[in-house]
């Protein structure tokens, strides 16, 4: 990784490299130290492969600001060299330009979103593995196709499992029967994989923000999601609105002559922006306010799509209420959607 040091006037100093290993990041703040007094330390990938280092420097007293990525047009001018982008960081800090600051990756949230990784990847292993199964049953022998073809997913899952499937692996039948009883086997390894990660998942979210799981039509996947959204320290956003705005739920201006209207967010966290469509999905089924608050800004002429970016805000001010209650700051009331 490359390094620079510019003064307090903004005058580069001196550029170094260093590996990324923690006696890399031992030498690193020896080397900054010995520059002068560290006010502030810009870095880009905090949340991802710069994370260590963050929390390294955070350790030490260091503050740490998120630099976004040179924009294309900038990299094309003045080229891809470490040094050259240490130097574009700490201008950026100096300037104030670059003022974000990063996300937390040391406390139990970085716990759930490590727990949560497993479990979408064993959903997704256990989608795609009973696809195979139902593929297989599709093209097998009659003899094996009839006698599965009508059975539920958890029936299909238990008759594969115990069955014996043969030994003669030059007919097809045989070969398709234990093929599917190994499919079968992993869909179970699969299911078992993913109740383990949800009782886990459920204790942690329990004892981080118990508020949020009592939240109408909030979950144990939507809640994990949404603190993974906010990280340990959810105070780095300002308002419910930051966070809104976090979760591409603040509405974007979209009018033009007469016609006053906003459109929803296509940016921010994809899937924090799930989490609220999922929770909204759920109230608009079963809970009475939030349907009448639909049946009425449909009389008004509103369409659903308008009326869902209104119910994402509405619940992203709740949630953030809940999440900065739960790490201690913020308000502690939550409005009413």
Known sequence: MGAAVIDTIGRPLA????PTTPAGYRHLLAWLSSHGHVLTVGMEGTGSFGAELARFLRANQITVIEVDRPDRRTRRVAGKFDPVDAYAAA??????????????????????????VVRASAVKSRTQTINQIKSLIITAPASVREALRSLTTTELIRRLAASPPGTDLTDPATAV??????????????????SDADAELGALITHTAP?????????????????????????????????????????????????????????????GNRALHTIVLVRMRHDPRTRDYV???????????????CLKRFVAREVYHHLTSAFGS????SPAT
């Open 15 to 18: 550029t170094e490299a260093f």
């Open 91 to 116: 201008t950026a800090v100096f300037s104030g330009r670059a003022n974000g600051t990063p996300k937390n990756r040391d406390g139990t949230v970085e716990a759930i979103r490590a727990l949560r």
């Open 177 to 194: 029967k234990i093929a599917l009883k190994r499919l079968a086997k992993r869909y179970q390894h699969l299911s078992e994989e993913i």
């Open 211 to 271: 508020g949020l799981l009592a939240l109408l039509g909030v979950g144990t996947e939507t809640a994990g999601q949404l603190l993974v959204t906010a990280r340990d320290n959810p105070d780095r956003l300002a308002s419910d609105a930051s966070f809104a705005h976090l979760c591409a739920a603040a509405p974007v201006p979209a009018s033009s002559g007469r016609t006053d209207r906003h459109r929803l967010n296509r940016g921010g966290d994809r899937q």
């Open 295 to 309: 049946a009425r800004r449909t009389r008004e002429g509103l369409k659903t799509k308008d009326i869902f970016r």
């Open 330 to 333: 913020g308000p502690s009331a």
